[in-house]
């Protein structure tokens, strides 16, 4: 049982965490490392941030058609 957890740390050590020890590496070797290692989570904000902006939107959208229904007794559980 030990011989399989240790295949499994390897696997995640040598082979699936090759690309963040890369940019780890980078980041620290040279400036535009920095910016390449960063420029990944900002790209991954800035997905979020559009689809919580378009998310917002198409609740307003139903808003604004009356197709909400607000009523606290929508459901039977909240009578």
Not at 7 to 12: E, M, R
Not at 39 to 52: D, E, Q, R
Request: aromatic share 20%; hydrophobic share 45%; net charge negative.
């Amino acid at each position: 049982m030990k011989a399989f957890f240790e295949g499994i740390a390897w696997l995640f050590e040598n082979v699936l965490f090759v690309p963040h020890n890369l940019l780890r590496s980078l980041e620290l070797e040279s400036w535009y490392g920095w910016f390449l290692a960063n420029g990944i989570n900002w790209g991954f904000m800035g997905i979020c941030g559009y689809y919580m902006v378009y998310w917002v939107k198409q609740l307003q959208l139903h808003q604004d058609n009356n197709e909400e229904n607000q009523d606290t007794t929508a459901h039977s559980f909240l009578k």
